[in-house]
C-alpha cells in the first residue's frame, strides 16, 4: 500500500511559505504567517469530510443546506511545534476536540522520546489529523501516529507545512493507510536532520526561543 501524499501548491500557500522561510522574518511575522498556513492546509485536508442536510430558514426561505455530519475531529499536537499549526487548525475547526503528545528528539540517535500523552477519551470514534510542521526523519510522526493506533485510532491523517522525502518515505513505511498534507517537499535532510532548504527550527521561530 502506497502512502497518499498531497503538496499544496496553492499560489497564496507558496507565497507564505517563501516568507516564513526567510530568515528575515520576525517572530511575530513568522507566527502569524504558520497559522495562516495551517488554516490553508487544513482547508485540504478535510475536503472530504462527511455531510448530512439540515433544515434551516434564509432571511428568503427554508432549504435543506449541508451541514458536517457525526462526531467533530479531533487535532493533535505534537509539541511543542505543533501548537504553532494548532491556532490555525482551531482558527477553521473552531468545534473540533484537541490532543497534545509530548516527544522530544533524543540528539545523539534522533530517536523520539514520549513525555506527555493527553486525548479525548472518545478519540478512537474520530477522525485525527495530527500536527507538526515540520516532517524531517519521520521518527516523531511514527511515534505518535502509533500512539494514537494503540488508543484505537483507525482514521487518521497528518498535516505539515514541510517534508523532506526522508520523513515521507519513514511515515509511509510505518503507516502507509495516513495520508499526508504538506505545503512543500524540499530537497533532503543535513547531517543534523533538519530540512534543507527548509525553514529553521520552527519551534524555536514560533515561540521566539533562538
Known amino acids: 500500500m502506497k502512502a ?5 501548491r ?3 500557500v507558496q507565497h507564505k511559505l517563501t516568507h516564513a522561510r526567510s530568515a528575515d522574518t520576525t517572530t511575530d511575522n513568522f507566527r502569524r504567517l504558520v497559522r495562516e498556513l495551517a488554516a490553508m492546509l487544513a482547508y485540504e485536508a478535510t475536503r472530504d469530510l462527511p455531510t ?3 433544515r434551516i430558514r434564509t432571511p428568503v426561505a427554508e432549504c435543506d443546506a449541508p ?3 457525526g462526531k467533530k475531529l479531533c487535532i493533535v499536537s505534537i509539541l511543542r511545534a505543533g501548537n504553532g ?3 490555525g487548525m482551531i482558527d477553521l475547526l473552531p468545534g473540533a476536540r484537541i490532543g497534545h503528545i509530548g516527544l522530544y528528539r533524543d540528539p545523539e540517535t534522533l530517536e523520539p522520546v514520549e513525555y506527555y500523552f493527553k486525548v479525548p477519551d472518545d478519540v478512537a470514534e474520530r477522525l485525527v489529523i495530527v500536527v507538526d510542521p515540520m516532517l524531517a526523519t519521520g521518527n516523531s510522526a511514527v511515534a505518535a501516529i502509533s500512539r494514537l493506533k494503540e ?5 487518521l491523517k497528518f498535516v505539515s507545512i514541510l517534508a523532506a522525502p526522508e520523513g515521507i518515505a519513514t511515515l509511509a513505511e510505518f503507516h502507509p493507510d495516513v495520508p499526508i498534507f504538506t505545503a512543500a517537499i524540499d530537497e ?3 547531517e543534523h536532520g533538519y530540512i534543507v532548504p527548509g525553514l529553521g527550527d520552527a519551534g524555536d521561530r514560533i515561540f521566539g526561543t533562538q
Open 10 to 12: 496553492h499560489p497564496l
Open 4 to 8: 497518499e501524499v498531497q503538496e499544496i
Open 188 to 190: 533532503k535532510l543535513n
Open 151 to 155: 488508543c484505537g485510532v483507525s482514521s
Open 67 to 69: 451541514i458536517l455530519a
Open 52 to 54: 448530512e442536510l439540515s
Open 85 to 87: 499549526i494548532l491556532d
